[in-house]
């Protein structure tokens, strides 16, 4: 028997609560993931399915995710090897995509993400941040004041898409000129990354943009080394000379995944969290009697519909999960999504409450591996609804229906018509 049938043959069959054979992912999980993951969650805390990645072990509830993402030790970060390279033809042409992203901070181990982490943490201090907040004001406004509130605008196009590639640019000293080949690159890395079996064609495109953002950095490299700033690349400059990154690869890759990672959530934090906003008035209205609940109301919209609905890590050595066998190697996902709607964790859990403590939530992840750039994009969502809020306290959602971009793993929207409504009408 070889060791692939022996893990099955381990492996309990999904419950008969859970209908056999039945897609997790399909169109009304696109559009609306949250009474499939009750059903999972109500079905029992784990799930194996063929669905992901060719197979993996699915968590449904907060105490689990929670402690999976915290334990590292039991729990490796390191799984880009069987996504990117999956078939013999992408071994042939993605090796330059493997070796970027395999050295990107989210999947590295310790010691390696411990010594890059402490590098980069320095750039993320609250001190640090304080100093962006005239410059993400002004961004705001800047935006705000392009668009015509009356007549009618796309959010996610006006605001939510480049106010992050413009304060990320900011953060990491680099031209804002260059923004719509940011949020292109990032897009293409988006799709590879939300798709539960990424086709070799979304492996190209994401090769391709990985491999631009490199070379981007690569030109950029050599004239910042000669103006060293306070920015981020300056800071990955000056731990290379010190010889705490390691030239090449692992210093592009970190200026790439920070490109990107800097700019996906904040978009889609921004986008789901004004939709879900405008989708209950009272709450959008109560925000504005009391804009002091405004930093509560921003956790509790990352928690209501998280930008990243799940992640993987891989099991580094055999273990037994609520009765299941896991073998090392084996793909573990966490569901976020699914683990911030826990009625186990928070009452009344599937209803926006933007006065409610959101402890717990694991929309940034959890552990070590906890987001490096949370404070950024609280920030930035803190005052972009807050200038929202103030100039045009009579938006309105277009439309009904949102239009939801079909990411699995980063959940966000395609479009967000708004209007503010004519007082006079009122």
């Known amino acids: 028997m070889s060791s692939t049938a022996a893990w099955s043959s381990l492996r309990s069959p999904a419950p008969r609560s859970w209908p056999a054979g039945q897609a997790i992912i399909d ?21 194996w399915s063929e669905e992901f990645f060719g197979g993996a072990w699915l968590l449904t509830r907060h105490a689990d995710v929670a402690a999976v993402l915290r334990d590292s030790a039991r729990f490796s970060a390191q799984r880009t090897g069987g996504w990117v390279m999956q078939s013999q033809a992408a071994r042939g042409e993605l090796k330059g995509f493997q070796q970027l992203f395999a050295r990107a901070l989210p999947f590295l181990d310790a010691p390696d993400h411990a010594r890059i982490r402490g590098v980069l943490n320095a750039g993320f201090r609250t001190d640090v941040l304080q100093r962006l907040v005239p410059a993400i004001e002004q961004g705001v406004d800047a935006l705000l004041d392009a ?6 605008f796309d959010f996610m196009q006006a605001l939510a898409r480049p106010l992050p590639a413009d304060v990320m640019a900011v953060l990491m000293g680099i031209p804002a000129s260059d923004r719509s080949d940011f949020i292109t ?29 490199s070379g981007y950095f690569e030109r950029l490299v050599p004239q910042r080394r000669n103006a060293l700033g306070d920015d981020l690349v300056s800071r990955l400059l000056r731990a290379e000379a010190a010889g705490e990154v390691r030239p090449g690869a692992e210093l592009l890759a970190q200026c790439a995944m920070l490109l990107f990672a800097g700019h996906e959530t904040t978009r889609n934090l921004l986008g789901n969290g004004l939709q879900a ?42 273990l037994v999960l ?12 966490a569901l976020i999504g699914c683990a911030n709607r826990d009625p186990a964790r928070y009452s009344h859990a599937d209803h926006l409450d933007i006065a409610r403590s959101s ?32 100039r045009f306290p009579r938006l309105y959602l277009v439309d009904a229906q949102p239009h939801w971009s079909g990411n699995a793993v980063y959940r966000g929207l395609s479009a967000l018509p708004v209007r503010q409504a004519i007082a006079a009408a009122l």
Request: hydrophobic content about 45%; some cysteine; proline content about 6%.
């Open 27 to 47: 169109a009304a999980f696109l559009a609306d993931p949250y009474p499939t993951y009750a059903a999972l969650r109500e079905a029992g805390p784990i799930h």
């Open 185 to 213: 690159w990032s897009d293409d890395l988006a799709a590879f990354i939300g798709a539960t079996m990424p086709s070799l064609e979304q492996a190209r495109r994401a090769q391709t943009s990985l491999l631009a953002m």
């Open 322 to 333: 609520h009765g299941q066998q896991l073998r090392r190697g084996d793909l573990v996902v």
């Open 147 to 152: 668009v015509d509130a009356e007549a009618g």
């Open 359 to 390: 402890r717990g939530l694991l929309s940034f992840g959890a552990g070590p591996h906890v987001c490096i750039g949370a404070g950024l994009t609280l920030m930035e969502a803190e005052i972009a609804f807050g200038r929202l809020l103030r």
């Open 277 to 318: 906003l405008l989708a209950d008035p009272q709450q959008w209205q109560r925000l504005q009697r009391e804009p002091g609940l405004l930093p509560g109301a921003v956790r509790e919209l990352l928690r209501f519909n998280s930008p990243v609905q799940y992640t993987g890590r891989r099991v580094a050595a055999d």
